[in-house]
Every structure is written in structure tokens, then in C-alpha cells.
T-cell receptor
Framework: EAQVTQNPRYLITVTGKKLTVTCSQN?????MSWYRQDPGLGLRQIYYSMNVEVTDKGDVPEGYKVSRKEKRNFPLILESPSPNQTSLYFC?????????????FGPGTRLTVL | GENVEQHPSTLSVQEGDSAVIKCTYS??????FPWYKQELGKRPQLIID?????GEKKDQRIAVTLNKTAKHFSLHITETQPEDSAVYFCAANSGSGNTGKLIFGQGTTLQVKP
């Protein structure tokens, strides 16, 4: 089944404790992206990648890191999480190089930073 | 930077009526405009998209119109049904489609009353 998966789905952590949210897609998509969703703010892009080893900043990259060592995986790293990073996170992938086509979203990861 | 404004933030209609959601964007180089629907507790899913070389696109009860001169685009849902109740997001790409950046509006919560 073609899909985007994220792990974990739920995470409660404390300020400063490094964490990684994994994202994987099995559709051989070139483009992958991370978004955070907060009430009243819609979806805001954190980072995106148009190819292996190619990543770029979205609108709200501060406090986040990403890597794209393989086509299928695009992990989101929070080196030192803070309470303002409490949010619902979505990973997405798209067949089109610049994401200008349907983006398939993962199920989401709800992160709480205490 | 690029900005996408979406109105209204909430919309309540009677079943069978039409619903219209409007978005404006700031980057004149934007050329791709998708609409996503997010049901409660679910991931966003693409419902329709339009590119800058057309002014209107329809898919059954859903249509999107684009006015590039005025830099706004709208989602039209006719004959609304209770299952149309969801949050709808518009988006626009940034930088003529070569950058991979996608900017979302703040979302519209549509309630269709039976």
C-alpha cells in the first residue's frame, strides 16, 4: 500500500531532550516536506527536500534540523525542544520535484514539550 | 515573504446550499494553488488544485477559480452535504514553482447543518 508513515504518533517529552520524528514513504517520491499545524495558524512549512542530500528551509525552520540521506526517509530532529514546539507535525511527499502536485500526508505526530 | 490569507475562518451553511472560501496571495510568481480538506483527527488530503495557466477548474461539486491579476483564488462547493464538514486549507507555492516552498492559509472550518 502506497503510504507515508511517521513515528512516533504521540510523544511527550521535556525541554532540552533531543528527539527525532521519523518519516518514510514508499512511493519513490522525490519531494518530501515537514509541516507543523497550530490552531489558527494553519499548516506552516518547516523544511523540505527536493532530492537526496538536498534540503531547504521553509517558513519556520528555527529549532529544527532535517536530513535526506535516502530517498524514502526524511527525519525531523529537534536538538533541544522547547515548549513552543508543542504542535501537531505532518510529513508529506510528492511525485513532483518542487512539490507542485498532490502532497500525500502522513498520519501526524502530536508532540508535547513540557 | 510570501503570505496567503484565507477567509472566512468559519463558515456555517445549510445542507444543499453553496459554500465559498476565498484566499489571497502575495507572491506574483506563484503558479500552483491547491486546496486541502482535513476532517477531524485526520490528515489533510488534496481535493482540487489549479495552475496559473487556467482560470477555473471543476470536479463534480467542487470548483476553484483563479484571478491572477488580483492575486486571489476561491473554492466553491455546491449542493453541500454533511460529509463536506471539515477544515479547508488553501495554499500557494512560492518563487514560480522552482523552490519547493508551499505557503498555506490559516484554514476555514466549514460546518454543513443537516
Amino acid at each position: 500500500e502506497a503510504q507515508v508513515t511517521q513515528n512516533p504518533r504521540y510523544l511527550i517529552t521535556v525541554t532540552g531532550k533531543k528527539l527525532t520524528v521519523t518519516c518514510s514513504q514508499n512511493m519513490n517520491h522525490e519531494y518530501m516536506s515537514w509541516y507543523r499545524q497550530d490552531p489558527g495558524l494553519g499548516l506552516r512549512q518547516i523544511y523540505y527536500s527536493m532530492n537526496v542530500e538536498v534540503t531547504d528551509k521553509g517558513d519556520v525552520p528555527e529549532g529544527y534540523k532535517v536530513s535526506r540521506k535516502e530517498k524514502r526517509n526524511f527525519p525531523l530532529i529537534l536538538e533541544s525542544p522547547s515548549p513552543n514546539q508543542t504542535s501537531l507535525y505532518f510529513c508529506a511527499s510528492s511525485f513532483t520535484l518542487a512539490g507542485t502536485g498532490e502532497q500525500f500526508f502522513g498520519p501526524g505526530t502530536r508532540l508535547t514539550v513540557l | 515573504g510570501e503570505n496567503v490569507e484565507q477567509h472566512p475562518s468559519t463558515l456555517s451553511v445549510q445542507e444543499g446550499d453553496s459554500a465559498v472560501i476565498k484566499c489571497t496571495y502575495s507572491d506574483s510568481a506563484s503558479n500552483y494553488f491547491p486546496w486541502y480538506k482535513q476532517e477531524l483527527g485526520k490528515r489533510p488530503q488534496l481535493i482540487i488544485d489549479i495552475r496559473s495557466n487556467v482560470g477555473e477548474k471543476k470536479d463534480q461539486r467542487i470548483a476553484v477559480t483563479l484571478n491572477k491579476t488580483a492575486k486571489h483564488f476561491s473554492l466553491h462547493i455546491t449542493e453541500t452535504q454533511p460529509e463536506d464538514s471539515a477544515v479547508y486549507f488553501c495554499a500557494a507555492n512560492s518563487g514560480s514553482g522552482n523552490t519547493g516552498k508551499l505557503i498555506f492559509g490559516q484554514g476555514t472550518t466549514l460546518q454543513v447543518k443537516p
